[in-house]
């Protein structure tokens, strides 16, 4: 295990976002050196969309203990990358394949090709990293998809079957808000936490890193609103029908899917994978919920190490 301060590099790559009308860049963080690394870096996709990369910040345990350089970024529209508020509602313009594209073009920068890489996707990143394997790009080596639904309306229908079992007060604040259209008011949000404190985050106080993804939502929500909607377990955005399952088949890697016993993205969403990705294992982690890379840290690195590296 590596105790040691790892080198850490940042930049930005210009991406020439389709309809973006503007300078785009993704900014990015190296932890790790990937020039002398001789094997594949792992490439973390955050959630949200827009939720940014702090969040993921334990993945480094994996640098730590395997010495494989961990890359970091921002997707575009939000963090250190660049914004679009001005793109709020623009379904045209937030994509799947926008967000492919970004990926593609980071790894072509950071010349990943010949070396390969492993992908490991949280929650939307998960299927982002999903969409992108089904493409079957050339030098993915194995990809872990954490929290990650491959039918978003099976993840609807999970949310539903979770509120069901809210307390009647909390359930019934939630129903009246959202049948007035109130997803900002300190009522809403009060009983918005319930949910989040069973099924996105059981950790209290929030480490400040999960903090920071409400952070960068609050700061610029617009891929959010846009492809989401007003909260986790409202889903009236544009990715509300998708069914990324339905190119599992396509996959052509090893596949990790992980979730929490008390996971928003619940079996339901989930089995859709397992059933149609060819080499797929399915792990679902105890006492833990969508951030089980932080409440259940040791068991989660132990489960992505023996994926990623089995004979370490």
């Known amino acids: 295990m590596t105790t040691t301060t790892p080198p850490i590099q940042e930049g930005e790559v210009a991406f020439d976002a389709p309809g973006a009308n503007k300078p785009t860049n993704t900014w990015y963080k190296i932890v790790g050196d990937l020039a002398s690394y001789p094997g594949a870096a792992l490439v973390a996709l955050h959630g949200g969309p827009g939720a940014g990369h702090e969040y993921l910040s334990p993945v480094t345990d994996l640098y730590h203990r395997h010495g494989v350089p961990i890359i970091y970024y921002d997707q575009i529209g939000c963090g250190r990358s660049t914004h679009f508020k001005e793109k709020l509602g ?72 979770l509120l069901a079992a809210l307390p009647d007060e909390t359930r019934a604040t939630l129903e009246e808000c959202d049948r007035r259209g109130d997803h900002e008011s300190p009522e809403f949000e009060e009983a918005s936490k319930v949910f989040y404190e069973r099924h996105v985050c059981r950790l209290d106080p929030y480490p400040d890193d999960i903090m920071s993804a409400f952070i960068n939502l609050k700061e610029d929500s617009t891929s959010y609103l846009t492809m989401q909607g007003p909260s986790e377990f409202i889903i009236i955005g544009s990715f509300k029908d998708w069914e990324g399952w339905k190119e599992g088949h396509n996959i052509e890697v090893e596949t990790l899917l992980l979730n929490g016993q008390y996971d928003e993205a619940t079996d339901l969403c989930v089995q859709p994978w397992f059933s149609s990705i060819p080499k797929v294992k399915w792990v679902t982690i105890e006492n833990a919920s969508h951030m089980a890379h932080w409440e259940q840290r040791e068991r989660y690195m132990q489960l992505v190490g023996g994926f990623l590296f089995p004979s370490s």
Request: charged share 20%.
């Open 90 to 161: 623009d379904t045209s313009f937030w994509t799947f394949e926008l967000f492919i594209k970004e990926l593609d073009n980071l790894v072509d920068h950071l010349q990943l090709r010949e070396k390969g890489f492993f992908l490991l996707g949280q929650s939307w990143g998960g299927m982002l990293g999903g969409a992108y394997a089904s493409l079957r790009p050339k030098g993915l080596k194995k990809i872990i998809l954490s929290g990650a639904p491959g039918s978003i309306p099976l993840l609807a229908q999970g949310s539903r079957n």
